[in-house]
């Protein structure tokens, strides 16, 4: 069964910074390219970053490069974002996911809620 668990989401100020991991089981993540996505309220599905098997090869949607960093840990199984200088338009729910394309991915996990506020 393919299960993917983010977490990390919660409630930060503006300029704040969080780091979501992403646990993953169930296929091969060490042989599968990874991506996050976010939705914010009454939106539909953004791109946000994507990572090659390796790590090497990082791609960001514009309205978050230069603040949000994508790595990966292979040995286990795991996915990150790293959100820094945080703005209250980054306020949506994360998802990591993969296959499909990377705006409309075929499987994400159940989402963590980041909320940017003062």
């Known amino acids: 069964e393919v299960r993917l668990v983010e977490s990390g989401g919660g409630l930060v100020q503006p300029g704040g910074s969080l780091r979501l991991p992403c646990a993953a089981s169930?296929?091969?993540?060490?042989?599968?390219?990874m991506t996050w996505v976010r939705q914010a309220p009454g939106k539909g599905l953004e791109w946000v970053s994507t990572?090659?098997?390796?790590?090497?090869?990082?791609y960001y949607a514009d309205s978050v490069k230069g603040r949000f960093t994508i790595s990966r840990d292979n040995a286990k199984n795991t996915l990150y974002l790293q959100l820094n200088s945080l703005k209250t338009e980054d306020t949506a729910i994360y998802y990591c996911?993969?296959?499909?394309?990377?705006?409309?991915?075929?499987?994400r996990g159940q989402g963590t809620q980041v909320t940017v506020s003062s």
């Open positions: 990572i090659s098997l390796g790590g090497v090869n990082k």
């Open positions: 996911a993969y296959g499909g394309t990377w705006s409309a991915p075929e499987n």
């Open positions: 169930g296929f091969t993540f060490s042989s599968t390219t």
